[in-house]
T-cell receptor, first 111, second 108 residues
């Protein structure tokens, strides 16, 4: 039982490049979310999903896409990276009545 | 509006002193409230949930619906308690709303 697995742990991108942050959970959780953590801003919700095939926008969705083709996976795509997207990204999952389980984070730098 | 407020960005206390991290919330229904902790460069971990009324690592938190608060308390701080603490609310749609976090620094 690995919990929530995020890859990669670190990434440096050039402005304009695209990439996908991977998130997988093996707990059969229906809810999954992506957050970014910036100094002084706490955690902000980017996108979330309440089940396979269902996604919705959070607080700061611009510049990011998600899909949820399976219960286990919830990848986050950066379409055209910008320096403002330099942040630490956390994926999390839960089921009804539980607290969230978080991944270990991806530290992304856009230069 | 659903909101979680942690008024202190930084809280610094001496080892052995009592700790209280404040959290206030705004939510129209019956909230599910949690405290999460993040030690330096590690993943966020669930510390407490209000429904279980447990004590973890000496921390407790009581939901006060009248004051809409869920403050985190510990009677005697330890150096290993230094971390970032987030109060969070989970809505009926299982969306989680975080406070902005409080950095707890324990001085020796």
């Amino acid at each position: 039982n690995a919990g929530v697995t995020q890859t990669p742990k670190f990434q440096v991108l050039k402005t304009g490049q695209s990439m996908t942050l991977q998130c997988a959970q093996d707990m059969n959780h229906e809810y999954m979310s992506w957050y970014r953590q910036d100094p002084g801003m706490g955690l902000r919700l980017i996108h979330y999903s309440v089940g396979a095939g269902i996604t919705d926008q959070g607080e700061v969705p611009n510049g990011y896409n998600v899909s949820r083709s399976t219960t286990e996976d919830f990848p986050l795509r950066l379409l055209s990276a910008a320096p403002s997207q330099t942040s630490v990204y956390f994926c999390a999952s839960t089921r009804t009545g539980d607290g969230y389980t978080f991944g270990s984070g991806t530290r992304l730098t856009v230069v | 509006a659903q909101r979680v407020t942690q008024p202190e960005k930084l809280l610094s206390v001496f080892k052995g002193a009592p700790v209280e991290l404040k959290c206030n919330y705004s939510y129209s229904g019956s909230p599910e409230l949690f405290w999460y902790v993040q030690y330096s460069r590690q993943r966020l971990q669930l510390l407490l949930r209000h429904i279980s009324r447990e004590s973890i690592k000496g921390f407790t938190a009581d939901l006060n619906k009248g004051e809409t608060s869920f403050h985190l308390k510990k009677p005697f701080a330890q150096e290993e308690d230094s971390a970032m603490y987030y109060c969070a609310l989970i809505s009926s749609a299982s969306k989680i709303i975080f406070g902005s976090g409080t950095r707890l620094s324990i001085r020796p």
